[in-house]
T-cell receptor, first 119, second 110 residues
Framework: NAGVTQTPKFRVLKTGQSMTLLCAQDMNHEYMYWYRQDPGMGLRLIHYSVGEGTTAKGEVPDGYNVSRLKKQNFLLGLESAAPSQTSVYFC??????????????????FGPGTRLTVL | SQQGEEDPQALSIQEGENATMNCSYKTSINNLQWYRQNSGRGLVHLILIRSNEREKHSGRLRVTLDTSKKSSSLLITASRAADTASYFCATGAGGFKTIFGAGTRLFVKA
């Protein structure tokens, strides 16, 4: 089991450029998430998905788009990168929430992160 | 807005000492989780405690939860240099409703 993987690990963009971050999980999880982590601010949820073909906005969705065409993949897109999007991006996945009856349903499994710099 | 707030923001101790970190939150929760993040890595789940539980143990970790005070603590006993990391509490009703705090940075000196 590879768990949650992210590509790329590092990327430098110029303002206005676009890119896509790829997240893949092999645990058959329903839920997937994209977070950004900035110094002193913990993790902030960008977008999430509760299943294949569905996505929803999180706390800080502006400037990002996502797609979940396959259950195991969750893509995060930046259409026109801005310096304010310089951050470390983490993908995570989990089972459905606790009401599913699983004790560990809420545990999130994280990828290693992508460090993005926008100049 | 952040649900969980860790205290202290940073903690430096000697190897062998115990480390205690606290988390306070604002609204009702189903569970509270603690995660560890080593520098430059993703978060790793440590322990989950349900709202109807008061204490849980896992190896050298002890977590308590006081729902009346809306607070939790993470105790790491007999700390090691390898415990140096940031520790985050995560609260909420599960799934996308899980909210992470800003973390406590722990430094264990050998």
């Amino acid at each position: 089991n590879a768990g949650v993987t992210q590509t790329p690990k590092f990327r430098v963009l110029k303002t206005g450029q676009s890119m896509t971050l790829l997240c893949a999980q092999d645990m058959n999880h329903e839920y997937m998430y994209w977070y950004r982590q900035d110094p002193g601010m913990g993790l902030r949820l960008i977008h999430y998905s509760v299943g294949e073909g569905t996505t929803a906005k999180g706390e800080v969705p502006d400037g990002y788009n996502v797609s979940r065409l396959k259950k195991q993949n969750f893509l995060l897109g930046l259409e026109s990168a801005a310096p304010s999007q310089t951050s470390v991006y983490f993908c995570a996945s989990s089972y459905s929430p606790s009401y599913s009856g699983r004790y560990d349903a809420d545990t999130q499994y994280f990828g290693p992160g992508t460090r993005l710099t926008v100049l | 807005s952040q649900q969980g707030e860790e205290d202290p923001q940073a903690l430096s101790i000697q190897e062998g000492e115990n480390a205690t970190m606290n988390c306070s939150y604002k609204t009702s929760i189903n569970n509270l989780q603690w995660y560890r993040q080593n520098s430059g890595r993703g978060l790793v789940h440590l322990i989950l405690i349900r709202s109807n539980e008061r204490e849980k143990h896992s190896g050298r970790l002890r977590v308590t939860l006081d729902t009346s005070k809306k607070s939790s603590s993470l105790l790491i006993t007999a700390s090691r240099a390898a415990d140096t990391a940031s520790y985050f509490c995560a609260t909420g009703a599960g799934g996308f409703k899980t909210i992470f705090g800003a973390g406590t940075r722990l430094f264990v000196k050998a």
